[in-house]
């Protein structure tokens, strides 16, 4: 029954308290069938402003105890006035909704998220492992503050390859999830012969960390570029990868990416759009998770559409609600106007 | 849970059927056009068979993409929404659409719109031929095209020319949607009334806008889009209540339906049914309370159908104060 | 905790202070005609110099007693008020009234009313004549009293005509204030416009009805009343946004404002000033929020002055995609 | 400072939760100046729906811990969003606003309340004790349950005559409070000769236990009407009032109401118009509690007007919210229409 009101379980702050994330957990009928990807769309409360349900990616699934996570930002109205909703209170939810993410049968799934669009992925990772699947994460944000808010902790207990940035460099790469991504991109392309000169070129940490562990064993050496800033760096992340365990040190085939690679990507529209132009250029399998502003959440508005082109590029029209959020980067036009 | 099963259990029913002219619903409750897709999205939410009939969204002659992104935003207790009319067309309705829909359990309203007369008579005279459509609803009303649409609505000469078209190429009920997006909604009403509609259902969605401060533009990609949800309400009753006034049509009243006050409010200023709107966003199980909520209001009132509400905090008012119906 | 102090406690401050043709505001933020009295009920909770100006009751003629209650009832994010334009006359307000209202510390608008033209006229004759006031309004849009009033505001011409004779008769400037009830906002500014008008400002109340379900009548006392409140805000800045393309004079702005963001809202689609009307109802302190919010606003977003902002989304817009002012 | 934050230091039901009934207690600046009759203008929610503020009467002050009470029935969505408020929040309250009832200098004060009307009168009782008035209630309900959820207990603890109906005679007389109320009137009026005349008429059983209580000690005899089922009033009510102490036994000279009367009426409409024609007729000072919808609470917005009518019958508008709630009662103009 996709219609339901779920227990609230728990209800509180996720993190750093200034940092505005929650972590709501309800019991019911939407984790026996719920997938990564998937949205529940929310009754914030049941006053007529904010009037709309809000949207909200399923974080983690626990069928066995019939509960599904969701995190999310207080942003704006609606988000706030869910924030009082109290444990033990009865969520008015309609899902799961949507597509979801389609889980690759082998090969390597890279995770790639841009901010709180970390908050889908986690319960893919979950999967994707629980599979055997080769999983391995990008993931920028503002600050390390925000980062180990938004979940690094539980991240690292998943014993998968982090490849961190933040704008404000506090951890990982300096700039956005793009660098280390680019990074660890190119440098399975050039092979190590190029590596020292991209160091020198002041590639990011992230970059020449991801060299450095394919050359040893992790977080033994630094390069030039590693020396400036990032020990803490090395000591959490490298040490969370070495530690992962999964993979032969080094993490990579190296000179090559790995044949069988899918990407789930999400996180703001701009950095989708450059993670999916990076993907889709070299033949991987991109699926991105779009946002739009919703209504119905069931396809009957029509206020959600976004334009997609198929391979002789003629547009159409898709709703993000039904025929999505997830989508291949392939298909996806960039250009709103559109 | 659903209101038939409801009747018999209590015995003594309260007849829901309404009359609204040529079209006769088994109960006063209708989606709203645009909102309700074409009946079975929401059918795991709300059974189908809960309305009396479903409006579907507005069909054109061609295809239509619709308007760019974002076509929707919330404001205070209401939905602005400028979905731009996206819509297969007229050919394409007809192949994958219509036999999929003249199967569902409820009456079949199919909306339509153009950007000319010849576009309104078109799609009449191809609609109109056509088995399982219990009326079309003339959409001379919407905000989010540039061109047409809103010209319609908004000049009683456009607006009875166009229902006049419609009415000569179709048999069937024709129900006028009267755009809120103007002086004197009587004008208009008399017009189509002219026109030979059997029905005028109102309102559609007023037109505004919404600016984004941090971005410095408008929200919406279309700029301008149409208000509809509880907010625009008030509006909506007094409309209703001054087209009763007007003609002698029966009327379908809607804007910001979302429980059976709503709805009663609806049918006391005039309306003999009701759409639900952005009701079904907030909550799908809406319809389903509005019928419960309305079987029961009749039942404590003492009223045996529905359609003795039509109009009733009217005529009442006329008896208790001999004002008439003088506007207020 | 006043804007001043505040501007001088961060040193570079934003100027506040804007010009509307002869009329000047130490800052933009006005207090809407009908909601704030005449000026003192409120400084309990807000320093009367907090505001830009503040517009006081209208005033027609002779006394009016107003309607019978209720006269207001709420509705989604909306009020819903019928209080028919009580106020002492003439007379007695620059008896009693005009003087404790001159020595307000904020500029004083006096809103007036008429039934005829020459209401009108005399009004503006009587009160042009008078020291401390800043400027008058000129309500053509009333839309609670039975007759005059709302006619004024949905017909060019009479506006026109309307505006034309407080014009002959004062050298205050003269404010034009209008109504949403019609189906071209633009027609209208462009007869007030022609009329002589120096300002304009907009919107005043839709018009709108509630019913009380159990007693099966209207909830206010005149049936019939003006909607106010955040429900309108979309209605509101779309005719801002449509007034400011169609005509050069400045706006002061209005409809639902609770907070900075809509104020921005209303500034970044044409407005040169903003009225807070219910918002006061919700919130006393909203004025005091408003400014203090107006000016993190322009310092973050880099602008020296508020009088920046007037109609910057409609400039980028037309910079961004060539559309140039086209109607969305 | 009359705008204010007020901590919320209890909030629940009142009585039976099945009455919807709440108490809401506040500590904060609007203790300090709070009278009897004046209210306050909460803002339910931080959410634009229900947008506007709800006036609730202060029904108790306590100056020393800075509280005051209000107590409110559950009604439409105001007082549903109000309800979910928690304590240990703030409450933004606009108050003490309007004049309050005048506090008589001596004499006797009769309050007579219908149904939640009772709420405001507490203070008032409170006041007028404090101040060593003869204090006596007259208060019709719904039913029992009511007026025992309401606060008839605390009321007892008062220790002043109680005269209660309610309209499924379940305590005290049957019928709205104008039966006890009128009943004592006109038997002081009549005196004891016609009493067993109207005892014979069938007139309420609370009259006839008023007069009981005049004739004797109260709750010794019962008299035909009483025989008839209240009991429990007779051990309830009568008891209360024979603890009360405060009066000499019989509770009222014989004969004439006194001298020095003042009402203070608050309930519905017409259960107020009838109540203050009874006491305007016999010259009585009737001080009424209006209640009319408001936006703005403080008389900038006329939102609240009523007719009222000076000595000559000339008419004009009184704000309710400032000039009220309380009005003399021969000023009203009961008639809604003008
Ligand atoms: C499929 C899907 C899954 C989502 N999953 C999550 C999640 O797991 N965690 C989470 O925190 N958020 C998630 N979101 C986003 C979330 O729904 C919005 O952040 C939320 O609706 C904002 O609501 P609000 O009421 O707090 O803000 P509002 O007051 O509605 O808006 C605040 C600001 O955000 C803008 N905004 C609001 N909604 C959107 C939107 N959908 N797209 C772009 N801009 C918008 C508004 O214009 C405004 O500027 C998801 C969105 C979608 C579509
Ligand atoms: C001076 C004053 C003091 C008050 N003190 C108390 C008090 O101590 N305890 C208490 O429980 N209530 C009190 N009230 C009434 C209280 O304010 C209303 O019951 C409350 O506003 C109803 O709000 P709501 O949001 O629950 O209902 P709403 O959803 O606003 O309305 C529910 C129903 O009540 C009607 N209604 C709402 N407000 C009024 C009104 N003011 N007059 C008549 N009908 C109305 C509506 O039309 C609707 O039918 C007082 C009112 C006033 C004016
Ligand atoms: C997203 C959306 C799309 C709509 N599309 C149409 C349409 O295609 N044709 C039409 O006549 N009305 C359309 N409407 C208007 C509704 O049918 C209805 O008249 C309006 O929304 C007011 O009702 P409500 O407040 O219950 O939503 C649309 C409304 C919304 C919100
Ligand atoms: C109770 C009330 C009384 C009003 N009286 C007047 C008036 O006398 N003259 C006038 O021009 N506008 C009057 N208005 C309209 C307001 O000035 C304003 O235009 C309108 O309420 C929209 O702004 P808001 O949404 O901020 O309230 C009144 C509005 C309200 C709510
Ligand atoms: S939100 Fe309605 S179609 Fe997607
Ligand atoms: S509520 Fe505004 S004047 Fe009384």
């Given at each position: 029954?996709?219609?339901?009101?779920?227990?609230?379980?728990?209800?509180?702050?996720?993190?750093?308290?200034?940092?505005?994330?929650?972590?709501?957990?309800?019991r019911g009928s939407a984790a026996a069938t719920a997938r990564p990807g998937q949205f529940l769309h929310v009754r914030v409360s049941d006053r007529l402003e904010p009037l709309l349900r809000r949207p909200l990616s399923i974080a983690a699934i626990d069928r066995a105890r019939?509960?599904?996570?969701?995190?999310?930002?207080?942003?704006?109205?609606?988000?706030?006035?869910?924030?009082?909703?109290?444990p033990g209170e009865r969520l008015d939810v309609l899902g799961p909704l949507g597509n979801g993410f389609s889980l690759p049968e082998k090969g390597e799934l890279w995770l790639v998220a841009g901010g709180i669009g970390i908050f889908p992925l986690y319960a893919l990772a979950q999967a994707g492992l629980a599979r055997g699947l080769e999983v391995r994460l990008f993931w920028g944000g503002e600050s390390r503050g925000f980062l180990e808010s938004a979940g690094l902790g539980q991240w690292s207990d998943l014993r998968i390859p982090l490849h961190l940035s933040t704008m404000d460099g506090s951890l990982g790469d300096k700039g956005a999830v793009t660098v280390p991504l680019g990074g660890y991109l190119k440098l399975n392309q050039t092979g190590p012969a190029k590596e020292s000169q991209a160091a020198r070129r002041g590639r990011s940490a992230e970059e020449a960390r991801a060299a450095g562990s394919r050359r040893s064993a992790p977080g033994v050496e630094a390069t030039e570029a590693e020396a400036a800033g990032v020990e803490a760096l090395e000591a959490e992340v490298a040490g969370v990868e070495s530690a992962g365990g999964k993979r032969s040190a080094g993490g990579c085939p190296a000179g090559q990416p790995p044949r069988d690679l899918s990407w789930a990507v999400c996180g703001p529209r701009g950095m989708m759009q450059a993670v999916a132009e990076l993907g889709v250029a070299r033949g991987f399998r991109v699926e991105v998770s779009l946002e739009e502003r919703m209504a119905c959440g069931v396809g009957a508005c029509l206020g959600c559409c976004v334009t997609v082109r198929d391979e002789r590029g003629r547009r159409s029209k898709r709703k993000v609600c039904q025929d999505g959020p997830v989508f291949p980067g392939r298909e996806v036009v960039w250009d709103v106007t559109e | 849970m659903l209101p038939n099963e409801k009747k018999e259990a209590k015995g003594a029913g309260v007849e829901l059927e309404v009359c609204l002219g040529g079209l006769t619903l088994k109960n006063p409750v209708i989606a709203a056009s645009g909102t309700y897709g074409f009946g079975r999205e929401y059918e795991q939410y709300c059974p189908v068979e809960t309305w009396g009939g479903i409006a579907v969204k507005g069909i054109t002659p061609e295809p239509r993409a619709g308007n760019p992104a974002p076509r929707l935003t919330e404001t205070p207790a209401g939905v602005l929404n400028a979905v731009g009319l996206e819509n297969p067309g007229l050919e394409e309705f007809l192949k994958s659409y219509l036999p999929r829909l003249r199967n569902l359990p409820t009456a079949v309203i199919v909306n339509i719109s153009g950007f000319s007369v010849e576009d309104y008579a078109l799609l009449a005279r191809s609609l109109g031929r056509e088995a399982g459509i219990a009326a079309l609803e003339v959409n001379i009303s919407c905000p989010n095209v540039r061109h047409g649409g809103l010209q319609f609505g908004t000049d009683a000469r456009s607006a009875q020319e166009v229902v006049a078209?419609?009415?000569?190429?179709?048999?069937?009920?024709?129900?006028?949607?009267?755009?809120?997006?103007?002086?004197d909604i009587r004008e208009l009403a008399r017009a189509v009334e002219r026109g030979g509609a059997d029905i005028i259902s109102l309102i559609n969605t007023l037109l505004g806008m919404s600016i984004d401060v941090e971005q410095r533009r408008p929200v919406l990609g279309n700029l301008f889009g149409g208000l509809s949800g509880p907010a625009i309400r008030p509006v909506a009753v007094r409309m209703v209540w001054e087209v009763y006034q007007a003609v002698a049509l029966p009327i379908i009243g809607m804007g910001g339906i979302t429980g059976w006050q709503d709805a009663v409010e609806f049918l006391l200023a005039g309306a003999s049914a009701v759409s639900i709107g952005s009701g079904n966003f907030v909550n799908p199980r809406v319809p389903l309370q509005v019928l419960e909520g309305l079987e029961g209001y009749c039942r404590r009132q003492g009223f045996s159908s529905v359609q003795e509400l039509t109009g009733l905090a009217q005529t009442e008012l006329a008896r208790r104060t001999h004002k008439g119906f003088a506007r207020g």
């Open positions: 029954m996709p219609l339901c009101y779920e227990e609230i379980v728990s209800h509180g702050s996720l993190g750093d308290p200034a940092e505005g994330l929650r972590r709501l957990v309800l019939e509960e599904v996570t969701v995190l999310y930002r207080v942003r704006g109205r609606g988000t706030e006035a869910l924030a009082q909703r109290q | 078209a419609v009415r000569r190429e179709t048999d069937l009920p024709v129900i006028a949607k009267l755009s809120p997006n103007v002086t």
